[in-house]
Nanobody, 127 residues
């Protein structure tokens, strides 16, 4: 069973930058499309950004487009979420997710499409 372990979440100020990491273990990252989701208190989990298996395509929710970047290093089995110009409304628990994609190179933005999830890392942006 593949395991995903997120790290990098912390308390930051408005306008700061932060990079989250997601290490994939017990599996080969290159077999998975990857996504980042977040859940704020009292709200549903929402899609943030995703990247296809080969790292050639990405997709973002409008609210973070231009500020966040998803990238991956298949050799290090790690996916990243680079966040810039952070706002208080970005405060949430951030989760990475993996979708089995050995036979396709699609980009996925629905939580139901993903097969494996990490435990989440807290990002808090103070005003």
């Amino acid at each position: 069973q593949v395991q995903l372990i997120e790290s990098g979440g912390q308390l930051v100020r408005t306008g700061d930058s932060l990079r989250l990491s997601c290490v994939v273990s017990r599996g080969t990252l290159s077999a998975y499309a990857m996504g980042w989701f977040r859940q704020a208190p009292g709200k549903d989990r929402e899609f943030v950004g995703s990247i296809n298996r080969e790292g050639t395509g990405t997709r973002y929710v409008d609210s973070v487009n231009g500020r966040f970047t998803v990238s991956r290093n298949n050799f290090e089995n790690t996916v990243f979420l680079q966040m810039t110009s952070l706002k208080p409304e970005d405060t949430a628990v951030y989760y990475c997710a993996a979708k089995n994609a050995r036979w396709d190179n699609g980009i996925y933005d629905q939580s139901a499409q993903y097969d494996h999830w990490g435990q989440g890392t807290q990002v808090t942006v103070s005003s």
